[in-house]
């Protein structure tokens, strides 16, 4: 599993986390919803778990809260103190932890925790010094393996709030990993309650425990019945239980709710192939190379294996392709800068480097990797037009 994975999905052949892809998966299911199935999947009338509360925080650390942060304090100086309590060696140092997600008091005691577990415990201390506080997808880049398979599919979460009328900002407990540019979108706490057991599912699947996976993937979709990233897994759960129907309809609805999930198809040609289904299969199969082909990342991906191996005009051309599916990704105009610097081309090196910088400048207001946990960012932000 990926080291920074924060919103977890499965794949048949291992797991993984979820991103939503530039390009949607260009393949036609024809799924029809069905009241029998989807009702026995979907089968509570209430949220099984109403004691756990992801977001509850105790008069211990309020008292922590208080003992730091003055009702005087700006709003600017209330955000970067909340900092200092998670992360300053001598208040709560929390480390990065992908083992397992934790509500903000397991966050709090363990001091450690995956992005979800953190911001958790941020958000809810952020709200209670009456901060302005959500939390917010953003997409990572996703990776292939050498041979052109789809391999891990991220997306991570950070928060974020507002300063006053002029400005916002983002906090961020990995900032260091990569993230796709225009990609954020702040979503609901309900939202995030079903993330948060969606997480719960895939850490008991990984355990083999299958039947709380599944209590866990439940509770997902009665929170949010438009996860697509929940109907996934529990599509995997059900494969792992042998019950085929409820698993094939589970991967089409999560397709039929995001026409960018790849992961959903991937497992559904897994699925068909391992059952004998040879003709769907290939079609499945087939959605994926074009997929593949129209995805900048994956041209970065191969781009990226032959600049390792030292082709470069191999590692050259992938890029360009890359460039010319998305133009705004600093990171394709660095790849071919490495490229041309290698070549010994040191002005198309520097312009290329240019080029990279200036789209920095342009989207700076949008969340990049860096060393700081919190960015301060004006009320232009491209960021703030997806909310």
């Given amino acids: 599993m990926s080291a920074n994975s924060c919103i977890k999905i499965v794949c048949l052949s291992l797991v993984a986390v979820f991103f939503a892809a530039c390009k949607y998966v260009d393949l036609e299911t024809n799924f029809v919803h069905d009241d029998e199935v989807h009702a026995a999947i ?12 992801p977001l509850y925080i105790s008069d211990e650390v309020k008292q922590l809260i208080d003992g730091y942060i003055s009702p005087r304090d700006s709003e600017e100086a209330r955000i970067n103190k909340l900092q200092d309590i998670l992360y300053r060696e001598d208040f ?6 992908g083992e397992k997600t934790y509500t903000a008091m397991e966050a709090f005691h363990l001091r450690k925790g995956n992005c979800l577990s953190v ?40 928060a974020r709030g507002r300063i006053d009328s ?20 702040v979503v609901s706490d309900q939202v995030a309650r079903s993330l948060y057991f969606n997480n719960l599912g ?31 897994n529990i599509g995997s759960a059900y494969i792992r239980l042998g019950n085929t129907q409820f698993a094939e309809y589970s991967y089409l ?43 900048p990342y994956y041209h970065f991906a ?22 010319k599916l998305k133009k705004e990704e600093p990171d394709f105009y660095f790849a071919l800068a490495h490229v041309y610097l290698r070549m010994g081309d040191v002005l198309e090196a520097k312009r290329y480097t240019d080029l990279a910088v200036q789209i920095l400048a342009t989207y700076k207001d949008i969340y990049q990797p860096s060393n700081d946990k919190v960015r301060i960012i004006d009320s232009s932000s491209i960021l703030r037009a997806s909310s």
């Fill in 42 to 53: 979907i089968d509570q009338t209430t949220d099984t778990f109403l004691e756990i509360d």
């Fill in 92 to 97: 709560l140092n929390v480390q990065y932890s």
């Fill in 119 to 158: 911001m958790n415990l941020y958000v809810a201390m952020a709200r209670y010094v009456n901060s302005d506080a959500n939390f917010q997808t953003v997409e990572v880049q996703p990776s292939w393996d050498r041979r052109g398979n789809l391999l891990v599919l991220n997306q991570h979460i950070n």
């Fill in 166 to 185: 002029g400005s916002s900002y983002v906090v961020d407990f990995t900032p260091e990993i990569s993230l796709q540019q225009l990609t954020s979108s």
């Fill in 202 to 232: 895939v850490e008991e699947l990984i355990q083999g425990n299958l039947e709380e996976a599944l209590v866990y993937f439940k509770n997902a979709l009665f929170l949010y019945e438009e996860s697509s990233i929940a109907w996934n």
């Fill in 253 to 295: 609805k999560a397709f039929s709710i995001d026409r960018d999930n790849a992961t959903s198809i991937n497992n559904l040609a897994k699925y068909y192939r391992r059952s004998g289904n040879l003709n769907l299969a290939e079609k499945y199969e087939e959605a994926m190379r074009r997929f593949n082909d129209r995805n």
């Fill in 302 to 323: 191969q781009g990226s294996a032959a600049f390792e191996n030292d082709e470069l005009e191999k590692a050259r051309k992938s890029f360009r392709r890359a460039l």
